[in-house]
C-alpha cells in the first residue's frame, strides 16, 4: 500500500507558498496589540521596576560601594550590588568546551568586586516606578581602584594570537598551495589593507526583560531570538533545572544577533524578582545597550590578491585581525566565505585576536560575511581596475567548478547568474571604467558592484501541530519572529500541506514550553522551523488517513494504491472527497495532533558545499564640493533557494542593502581611547540610514530549490541582503571620484582631500 502525503496539498495556482502574503501579524503590530517584553502584565501582582547603574571605569576593582542614600530614596524596595547579590556559578573560561555552550553558559552579574568594561553593572536598584529607581540609583556611591586599560586595535596588532576556532567552530586558519611563492610571482597584484569599525546592533526594541516567580519556577518574559538558549542560560545562572524557568518572547522588536544569549537585564529582574517575591522589570537604556548588548569588533583586513595577465587569480590571501574581549573570546569567522567563493590554487586565510578591555563581540547580521566582504570585495575592485577588466568579468572568470579547499560539490550555485542578471537589470553597460567619467553638474556619478555570498545552515527543530473538529489548525514551536515574518511563512507551509485556506491556521511561538527549535539566528530560522512545521504536517496527515480509514470500516487490501489528496479544506481519499471539519466531527471529536522535525546538518552537509548567493549593484552621486555622497539606485539579486514568500523575503534584503549602506558611509561606533567608554551612544550620534538615505532599491530573486539543503529546497537570506552591499557602495563611490578610501565609513573627512587634489584645490 503506498500513500503519496507530501506534495499533494495546494499546488494549484493559488498554493499559499510562494505568493507574496501580507503579513499575518501585520494588523496586530499596527494596531499596538502585540505585546512585546516590557508591556507584558503580571499574573503575580504589580511589578516592581529596576534600574542598572554601570561602572564609570573600564578596567579595575570596586573598593567601596555606598548604598545608604539609595536605600532611603522613595519608593526604593530593594538595592542590589555584589556585597547582598544572590550566589551565581563563576562565569569560567573564556573559551568554553564547544561553540554551544557560548549560548548557554552561566552569565553571573554582580557576582565579584572586579569591573571588566565600562558600565558594566555594579548595582541595581529595584522600585516602585522606573522613575524612582533611575533617581535612586544617581544615589548610590562608588570608590573604584582604576587599572590601565588596552583598548585600541590598530596599535597592538602585534600582540595578536591565534583562536583555538572561530564562531560557529570553523578553523581559524586555512591553507592550500604556496600562497606566498605564487603571489610574489604573480602577474598583476593587489596588498591592501582595510579596516572596519566596532558597530551596534540597535534593534527598535531595547533589551527588556519582566521575570515572574512561582511554586512552578521562573517565567521570564523578554525579547529573545533563541527561546532554548534563554533557558538554558538562565537555568544554569540560578542553578536550577532548566524545566523550571519558563521563556515567552511572542514578539521581538528586532534582534539582529543582540538577543542570542541572555544579558544583564534578564539575569538581574530573575535575581531581583526571587529576592522580592514580585514580578520585576528591567530595561536597559539605549545608552546601556551599547556596552552591555555587544557589538561588532573593530577589525583590519589584508587581503593579497595575484592574478595572471587575463585575470584568473593564481594566489588568494585574507587575514583578519579582530578586537576581543579578555574574560570571553570571540572571534567573528570573517575571512571564511573567502574559502568557497572564488577559485584561486593557492590560498591562505588566518583569524587573530588581539584582547581589549571591553565587552565581549557579539554575532551581528551576517557576523564575518558583512565586515569581510566589505573588505574583500572592495579589493576585489582594485584588481579589475589594474587589470583593465570590468569587475564582473573579473569574477565571472574565477567561478570555481567546485569548492576550492575542500573539493566539494556545490549543491547549487548561482552566482554567475545572479552577476549576469544583475548587470543586465541595472544598465551595468553604461558604466564608464575610467573614474571621474560622468559628471552631472557638480555632482559626480559612479557605479559599483559586488558578490555576495552566505554558508546555508540547518538548525535541528521541533514542531506539533493540531487540528480541531471545525478543521482549525494550531502551530507551535518556540521558533521567535524578530521581524523578519516568520509568523507569516509558517502560515503558509502548514496551510499549503494540510490544504487549509490561510485564516484556519494559527501559529503560536516563543514559548518555551513548545517544541525547540534553534530559534531566529544565522539565517536558518525559516529553513529549520520550516521543515519541522511540514515535517508535523505530514505525521498529521498520517493521522487523519488513518482515522478515516477506520471510520471507513479498515484500511484497503494490502498492495493497493491509495490516492490521498488535502485540498480546499477537505479530503479525497479512495475517490470520496469529504469536507475535514465533517470528518474530524465524526471520527475525532477531541481534534488530532502530531510532531514534527528536522535533525539539522546531515549528510548532504557533508557531501554538498552549502552557500546561497548574489550580487549587489549600486549607483552613487558625489558633490565635488562637499564630498556629500548621495545613493541613487541599488540592484540586488539573490539565489537562495526556493522563495516562501516574496514579499516578507524582499524586505528583509531591503533591510540588508540599508545595512550595507550604513556600513559604507555612515555606521560606527566610536570609542574613547582614554577611558574605553562608546561615546555616540544613542541614535542621535550613532547614524544609521533612514528614508532619504537609501533611494531607489530593487531586488530580484532567482529561485533554484535545493533538495540538499532542506525538505523545503530553502536557503537562509536574511542576512545575504548586507553581504557586499557595502563594498558595491563603496565601490560606486570609487568610480565616480577616484578616490579608494580603505576605512571604512566613506565618510566626508576621507574624501574630501581626494577631492580637492583631483579638483586642483589641494
Avoid at 371 to 377: K, L, S, T
Avoid at 510 to 522: K, N, Q
Avoid at 548 to 554: D, E, F, I, P, T
Avoid at 747 to 762: F, H, I, R, V, Y
Wanted: a neutral charge; glycine letters at 10%; aromatic letters at 6%.
Amino acid at each position: 500500500m503506498t500513500t503519496n502525503l507530501q506534495g499533494n496539498a495546494g499546488t494549484g495556482p493559488a498554493a499559499p507558498v510562494g505568493l507574496p502574503i501580507d503579513r499575518v501579524d501585520g494588523r496586530l503590530k499596527v494596531t499596538g496589540r502585540a505585546t512585546y517584553a516590557y508591556e507584558q502584565r503580571a499574573a503575580g501582582g504589580a511589578p516592581a521596576y529596576g534600574h542598572i547603574l554601570g561602572a564609570t571605569i573600564a578596567r579595575g576593582r570596586i573598593l567601596s560601594i555606598d548604598t545608604r542614600q539609595a536605600r532611603q530614596a522613595p519608593g526604593v524596595l530593594f538595592v542590589m550590588t555584589h556585597l547582598n547579590a544572590p550566589a551565581q556559578p563563576p562565569f569560567g573560561p573564556p573559551v568554553p568546551p564547544t561553540p554551544r555552550d557560548v549560548f548557554t553558559r552561566a552569565r553571573p552579574y554582580l557576582a565579584s568586586d572586579r569591573v571588566r568594561y565600562y558600565d558594566e553593572p555594579v548595582a541595581l536598584v529595584v522600585a516602585e516606578t522606573f522613575e524612582a529607581a533611575r533617581a535612586a540609583a544617581a544615589l548610590v556611591q562608588v570608590r573604584y581602584e582604576a587599572e590601565r586599560g588596552e583598548f585600541e586595535l590598530a596599535p597592538r596588532l602585534a600582540q595578536a594570537y591565534t583562536p583555538p576556532r572561530t564562531n560557529a567552530g570553523f578553523a581559524p586558519d586555512s591553507a592550500t598551495g604556496d600562497f606566498d611563492s605564487a603571489f610574489s610571482r604573480a602577474a598583476v597584484a593587489v596588498d591592501a589593507t582595510y579596516a572596519t569599525p566596532y558597530q551596534s546592533h540597535n534593534p527598535m526594541e531595547p533589551h527588556a526583560t519582566m521575570a515572574v516567580w512561582s511554586d512552578a519556577g521562573l517565567t521570564v518574559y523578554t525579547g529573545a531570538q533563541t527561546v532554548g538558549n534563554f533557558q538554558a542560560g538562565l537555568a544554569a545562572t540560578l542553578r536550577i533545572p532548566p524545566e523550571r524557568v519558563r521563556v515567552v518572547s511572542p514578539f521581538t522588536g528586532g534582534g539582529f544577533g543582540a538577543k542570542l544569549i541572555v544579558h544583564a537585564d534578564t539575569v538581574l529582574a530573575a535575581l531581583a524578582a526571587r529576592e522580592l517575591r514580585r514580578p520585576v522589570k528591567i530595561a536597559l537604556t539605549r545608552q546601556q545597550m551599547y556596552a552591555n548588548a555587544g557589538h561588532r569588533a573593530a577589525m583590519s583586513h589584508r587581503v593579497r590578491l595575484g592574478a595572471d595577465r587575463d585575470g584568473r587569480l593564481s594566489a588568494m590571501g585574507y587575514e583578519v585581525w579582530s578586537a576581543t574581549c579578555r574574560f570571553e573570546e570571540y572571534c567573528e569567522q570573517t575571512a571564511v566565505f573567502a574559502r568557497a567563493l572564488y577559485a584561486a590554487p593557492h590560498r591562505v586565510t588566518r583569524h587573530r585576536l588581539v584582547p581589549v578591555d571591553l565587552n565581549r563581540g557579539e554575532w551581528m547580521r551576517s557576523p564575518g560575511e558583512a565586515p569581510g566582504m566589505q573588505a574583500f570585495e572592495c579589493a576585489m575592485d582594485e584588481l579589475a581596475e589594474r587589470l583593465g577588466l570590468d569587475p564582473v568579468e573579473l569574477r565571472v572568470r574565477n567561478e570555481p567548478g567546485r569548492e576550492p579547499e575542500t573539493g566539494l560539490p556545490y549543491s547549487t550555485r548561482n552566482l554567475v547568474a545572479c552577476m549576469r542578471t544583475g548587470a543586465e537589470r541595472f544598465g551595468w553597460q553604461r558604466r564608464q571604467a575610467a573614474p571621474r567619467s560622468v559628471r552631472e553638474g557638480r555632482w559626480l556619478v559612479g557605479m559599483g558592484m559586488a558578490a555576495a555570498i552566505r554558508p546555508n545552515y540547518l538548525g535541528a527543530a521541533a514542531a506539533q501541530v493540531a487540528i480541531d473538529s471545525r478543521g482549525r489548525v494550531t502551530v507551535r514551536l518556540d521558533m521567535t519572529d524578530i521581524g523578519t515574518g516568520t509568523y507569516t511563512i509558517l502560515t503558509q507551509i502548514a496551510a499549503e500541506s494540510l490544504g487549509v485556506p490561510l485564516n484556519r491556521v494559527r501559529v503560536e511561538l516563543g514559548d518555551s514550553r513548545f517544541p525547540r527549535t534553534a530559534g531566529s539566528g544565522g539565517s536558518w530560522g525559516a529553513a529549520s522551523a520550516g521543515s519541522a512545521v511540514a515535517d508535523a504536517c505530514v505525521q498529521l496527515k498520517r493521522r487523519i488517513v488513518a482515522a478515516a480509514r477506520g471510520q471507513a470500516g479498515g484500511a484497503p487490501a494490502e498492495g493497493a494504491a491509495t490516492d490521498v489528496r488535502f485540498a480546499d479544506g477537505a479530503i479525497t481519499l479512495g475517490g470520496q472527497t469529504q469536507r475535514l471539519d465533517d470528518l474530524l466531527a465524526r471520527v475525532a471529536p477531541g481534534g488530532l495532533q502530531a510532531d514534527g522535525r528536522v535533525a539539522g546538518m546531515g549528510d548532504a552537509y557533508k557531501a554538498y558545499s552549502q552557500h546561497a548567493y548574489g550580487a549587489h549593484f549600486a549607483e552613487v552621486a558625489v558633490d565635488v564640493d562637499t564630498g556629500e555622497v548621495r545613493m541613487r539606485r541599488m540592484l540586488a539579486v539573490i539565489g537562495a533557494g526556493r522563495i516562501l514568500n516574496p514579499k516578507t523575503a524582499r524586505s528583509q534584503i531591503l533591510g540588508g542593502m540599508a545595512w550595507g549602506i550604513g556600513a559604507a558611509l555612515m555606521e560606527q561606533t566610536l570609542l574613547d581611547a582614554r577611558y574605553g567608554s562608546f561615546i555616540n551612544h544613542d541614535l542621535a550620534e550613532y547614524l544609521v540610514p533612514v528614508n532619504a538615505d537609501v533611494a531607489q532599491m530593487d531586488v530580484v530573486f532567482l529561485e533554484e530549490p535545493d533538495l540538499n539543503a532542506n525538505p523545503l529546497g530553502v536557503k537562509g537570506l536574511g542576512e545575504l541582503g548586507v553581504c557586499g552591499a557595502g563594498a558595491a557602495v563603496a565601490n560606486a563611490v570609487y568610480n565616480a571620484i577616484g578616490v579608494r578610501v580603505r576605512e571604512f565609513p566613506v565618510t566626508l573627512d576621507k574624501l574630501l582631500p581626494g577631492l580637492q587634489a583631483a579638483e586642483g584645490l589641494a
